[in-house]
């Protein structure tokens, strides 16, 4: 066996650190080269409380490489596989583009590229962490907010991250995904979907328009 | 519940741009629709050859040839809405059978094959594997193709089931709702092709069926409406797209209406007054209404916000 089969790579956010800046968001596209209107990685902002008492807090998201992934499960042509070292990864020249990975996705972090016509989503930059780097978005953090890993490894940054706090958690565990992807200090504001409005007209930007996917939708 | 917490929180999502929403549109609504009708003829031939086999004169090819047409036209949408459709030999090519969408094709492909078989058995008129005649050997592939059009109905279930990120699509019940959809539709279907060909009788048997499915079909889509959101908030969240002034609401009772409680008093009407231009009329409705009940369900889960 290789060193990389029992590697398990996994992202931890600590949203005490996280400002909101976006430097990640731009970093993932610019690397990935991200189609416009489309995301790997985005942070989410929510406002809680109301004037004067209010706060803005940040949530990045992404894939969550989860152990039991239900995208690599619906995946008709195995497009979506796992790698040794735990990544969901997705090979775009043998994905049909049935969108069953998107309907299956509990985090809504598979889009299809609409210049592609295929799924796609973070690899946690699979490219670079086989030629030993970082992925784009851990270097672009100005406060190292996120932190990358072996979960596998007790000494790891990521593994004594966790040890250290109490306040560890995964989006949707109820979902039974095992996400390898976890944040500290969040709350049900940054986690959970239904526990913020989305009101027409809040919106720092309205009326986004997205490029056509092709295939047919409503 | 979260709503609670929305309360004290006043949380507003201010910045986020979720990605497009309803990827499966009607295409995917074609897709069950199609397979309903496709796959229940074949239920209801194969239940009047128990029933009935005299009525089956002149009715075999016919009736085939429509569920083939419709499991076609299955096929052809589930095709274009791939966005490589190109690809589409992947499936067989690079199978991944965890996945339901890799059975479903699969199975379907073969159960389309095999209705090729059967009807050109019975337009050359050849007989094979050992009967005596075409007819006979319809009838015995009959019985295989029947069993086989279970796990083609169901398969689409399946994928919803395992679609994990849309809470409505429960297993269960999407099973019971997929094979209620086929003797629904399969039911409608040949009451309009059987025209004379069918006795009363059998016409009134397959009324009841259609009748049955119906109140069946409703019993569970109200038992979802009325009790599906009290233990899941993401059910109950997707739900209120068709309740009161919801984006879906119309559209979901035009749905029941015409595809289940119409019918249903219809069918018992005809019952009363012998008449088949009511049951007729059943039929179409029912057919009609299934498959606007079928997008509403497709639809509504796909509204709500994963992030």
């Given at each position: 066996m290789t060193e990389g089969e029992y590697m398990q790579l996994g992202f931890l956010v600590d949203l005490h650190l996280c400002m909101g800046c976006k430097g990640c968001e731009i970093a993932c596209k610019v690397e990935n080269e991200v189609p416009l209107s489309t995301w790997r990685l985005r942070v989410k902002y929510v406002d809680v409380g109301t004037f004067p008492e209010t706060k803005r807090t940040f949530t990045p998201l992404r894939c969550?490489?989860?152990?039991?992934a239900p995208c690599e499960r619906i995946c008709p042509v195995s497009a979506l596989h796992y790698i040794e070292n735990g990544i969901v990864n997705i090979d775009k020249e043998r994905c049909i583009g049935c969108a069953g990975c998107v309907m299956a996705c509990p985090y809504g972090a598979i889009y299809i590229d609409p210049e592609t016509q295929t799924a796609d989503k973070c690899t946690y930059c699979a490219h670079r962490i086989a030629s030993s780097m970082m992925p784009a978005c851990v270097v672009a953090c100005p406060v190292e907010a996120n932190i990358f890993g072996d979960l596998e490894d007790p000494a790891s940054n990521i593994s004594k991250y966790i040890q250290r706090h109490r306040d560890v958690q995964v989006r949707k565990p109820e979902k039974g995904t095992n996400p390898h992807h976890f944040y500290v200090g969040a709350s049900q504001v940054n986690?959970?979907?239904?526990?913020s409005q989305r009101e027409e007209g809040y919106n720092l930007f309205n009326k986004i328009t997205h490029l056509p996917l092709g295939g047919h939708h409503e | 519940m979260i709503h609670d917490t929305l309360a004290a929180t006043?949380?507003?999502?201010?910045?986020d741009i979720p990605?497009?929403?309803?990827?499966?549109g009607w295409y995917v609504t074609m897709n069950m629709w199609a397979k309903s009708i496709g796959t229940g003829l074949v239920f209801m031939l194969f239940l009047l050859l128990r029933k009935n086999a005299k009525e089956m004169d002149g009715l075999r090819t016919p009736t085939m040839i429509v569920s083939f047409v419709f499991m076609n036209i299955f096929l052809l949408f589930t095709l274009a809405d791939l966005h490589q459709p190109f690809r589409m030999w992947h499936i067989f090519?690079?199978?991944?059978?965890?996945?339901a969408i890799t059975v479903g094709a699969w199975m379907a492909t073969i159960f389309v094959g095999l209705e090729f078989v059967m009807i050109a058995a019975m337009i050359r008129k050849e007989k094979c594997l050992l009967t005596k005649d075409s007819t006979a050997f319809f009838d015995k592939v009959l019985f295989w193709v029947t069993l086989l059009a279970i796990p083609v109905t169901l398969y689409t279930a399946g994928i919803m089931a395992e679609a994990s990120a849309r809470e409505l699509w429960q297993m269960p019940t999407e099973s019971a709702q997929m094979i209620l959809a086929a003797t629904l539709t399969g039911s409608a279907a040949i009451i309009l092709l059987g025209g004379?060909?069918?006795?009363d009788e059998t016409k009134q048997f397959f009324g009841a069926i259609l009748g049955l499915s119906a109140l069946m079909a409703f019993i569970i889509y109200m038992s979802e409406y009325i009790f599906g959101g009290m233990k899941s908030e993401e059910t109950a969240a997707i739900l209120a797209y068709v309740k009161d002034g919801g984006e879906y609401a119309s559209m979901f009772w035009i749905g029941q209406w015409v595809a289940f409680i119409i019918p249903m008093i219809l069918v018992a009407l005809s019952r009363v007054s012998k008449s088949n231009s009511i049951l007729s009329l059943a039929a179409i409705l029912a057919i009609a209404g299934l498959w606007v009940v079928k997008h509403v369900w497709l639809v509504i889960p796909q509204l709500l916000p994963l992030s």
């Open positions: 969550n490489h989860c152990e039991n986690l959970n979907p239904l526990a | 006043h949380a507003v999502v201010t910045l990605l497009p929403d309803v990827f499966w090519f690079y199978p991944h059978w965890t996945s004379s060909k069918l006795s």
